[in-house]
C-alpha cells in the first residue's frame, strides 16, 4: 500500500487542520493526524472529540485504506523538506515508510479505525455565506467573549439567523459586540452558540479567501464546509443571554471623533491609570473632550485634551481603558461615534463610516463608576 504527495501540498493542510490538535491529550489517538487514501484522493483529518476537521488533496495512489500518523512528528518533519514528492508506504512492521530524494524515514502508526469518527449532524438547516464575510463577522465579535468557566455560554459567540439577517453577538458582562450582516439571510430562523476554538481555526483559514462557506447546524453539533474543507463542531449547550435589553434604547450625548486620535490618546492615559481597574475619565463639554486616570497609589495622573463634534449635555462618564482600547482597534472606521445617556449607562461605540452598507457594527461598553 503506497501514496505520493506533493510536500509542501502536504504540509499546507496539515497545518492547517493541526491547529485543532492539543499539547495535551487525554486519548493518544488524539495526538494524531487520520490519513484516508482512496485512491487518488487523500483525506487528512484532526481532531479535539469537541472539534473535528477534514481537507482533501490529490495522491498518486491505487490503494484504499487508513492509518492514523503521529501530528507533530510529521509536521516537525515537513517543514523541513524543500518542495519534492514524497512516497508514503505502509510496512508490515506497523510503521509507516517516508521516502523523500536524500532520505528515508520511518514512524510507527495506529489502524485508522481507532481515530473518533466525526460528528453527524442530524436532520440540519443550512445557510451559505461568503468566507471573508464570515471571517470579518468573526473578527469583528471574538474578541468580546468571556472566559469564565461559571458562565460557558459566554464564552463563544452566538449567531443568530433569521429572514431579516445574519447576527453574530459576543459579550463577557462588560462588553458587547453585535456584527450584523442584511446580505444574507435564512428562510427559517436558528439560534446557536459556537465555541471559540473552532471559531479561530475558521478565523484565519477564512480571512481573505472569496470560497462560500455552507454552515449546516441542528440544536447540538454545526458544520462549515468550504473547497475541500468540512469542520464540524459540538456547540455550547444552554440560552443565550437577551443582549438586546441592556442596548440603550435613548442616548442623547453623541461625541464623534477622529478613532486613530482617540485610540492614541486612550493608549497614553491609561499607562498611568490604576493597574486593577484601568479606569479612565472622558469629561465632555462643547467641541472639547478631556481624557485623564489617576492613580492615587503611586500619584501617577495624565491628562490629555482633544477636539471633537459633541452633540449633548456636559458628562463625565468612566471606562475600562483595556476595553476601549480593544473595540477601536477593532474597527476600520476612520472616525468613530460614542453615544451615551447617563454616566452608569452604557456607552455604544459605532463607526461613522462603513465600506460595506450590508453590515452594522454596534459595540457597547459598561462604565465604571468615577472616583470624585
Given at each position: 500500500m503506497k501514496f505520493i504527495v506533493s510536500s509542501a501540498a502536504l504540509l499546507k493542510e496539515i497545518q492547517i487542520i493541526g491547529g485543532i490538535v492539543n499539547s495535551t491529550n487525554t486519548l493518544p489517538i488524539l495526538d494524531n493526524f487520520l490519513f484516508e487514501v482512496n485512491k487518488d484522493t487523500l483525506t487528512l483529518s484532526a481532531s479535539d472529540l469537541e472539534t473535528t476537521m477534514s481537507t482533501s488533496i490529490s495522491i498518486e495512489s491505487t490503494d484504499i485504506y487508513s492509518v492514523a500518523i503521529p501530528a507533530r512528528l510529521l509536521i516537525d518533519t515537513l517543514k523541513t523538506f524543500a518542495e519534492q514528492p514524497l512516497t508514503f508506504i505502509k510496512s508490515e512492521s506497523n510503521t509507516i515508510e517516508i521516502i523523500a530524494n536524500n532520505g528515508k524515514y520511518a514512524v510507527a502508526y495506529v489502524?485508522?479505525?481507532?481515530?473518533?469518527?466525526a460528528l453527524f449532524i442530524k436532520d440540519p438547516s443550512s445557510t451559505t455565506i461568503k468566507g471573508d464575510?464570515?471571517?470579518?463577522s468573526i473578527n469583528t465579535t471574538l474578541f468580546a467573549s468571556g472566559n469564565d468557566d461559571l458562565r460557558p455560554v459566554m464564552s463563544g459567540v452566538f449567531f443568530q439567523f433569521n429572514?431579516?439577517?445574519?447576527?453574530f453577538v459576543a459579550t463577557d458582562a462588560h462588553k458587547m459586540v453585535k456584527y450584523t450582516r442584511k446580505d444574507f439571510t435564512t428562510d427559517k430562523s436558528a439560534e446557536f452558540i459556537m465555541p471559540k476554538k473552532p471559531l479561530q481555526l475558521l478565523k484565519n483559514i477564512l480571512a481573505g479567501g472569496e470560497d462560500d462557506v455552507k454552515i449546516e447546524y441542528n440544536d447540538t453539533n454545526a458544520q462549515?464546509?468550504?473547497g475541500s474543507s468540512t469542520l464540524t463542531c459540538r456547540l455550547i449547550d444552554g440560552k443565550y443571554p437577551n443582549y438586546e435589553a441592556v442596548i440603550p434604547k435613548e442616548n442623547p450625548n453623541i461625541l464623534s471623533i477622529d478613532r486613530a486620535q482617540f485610540l492614541n490618546s486612550v493608549r497614553r492615559v491609561s499607562i498611568f491609570s490604576n493597574k486593577t481597574?484601568?479606569?479612565i475619565r472622558l469629561k465632555i463639554a462643547g467641541s472639547s473632550l478631556n481624557i485623564s486616570a489617576e492613580d492615587f497609589d503611586f500619584s501617577n495622573k495624565a491628562d490629555e485634551r482633544l477636539d471633537c463634534d459633541y452633540i449633548g449635555e456636559d458628562l463625565q462618564i468612566g471606562f475600562n481603558s483595556r476595553f476601549v482600547i480593544e473595540m477601536l482597534n477593532n474597527l476600520n472606521s476612520s472616525t468613530?461615534?460614542?453615544?451615551?445617556s447617563l454616566p452608569n449607562r452604557a456607552g455604544i461605540i459605532t463607526p461613522v463610516e462603513t465600506n460595506d452598507k450590508n453590515e452594522e457594527v454596534i459595540m457597547l461598553v459598561m462604565p465604571v463608576m468615577l472616583n470624585d
Open positions: 489502524p485508522g479505525e481507532d481515530f473518533p469518527k464575510i464570515l471571517a470579518t429572514s431579516e439577517g445574519l447576527n462549515f464546509i468550504f481597574t484601568h479606569q468613530i461615534k460614542l453615544a451615551m
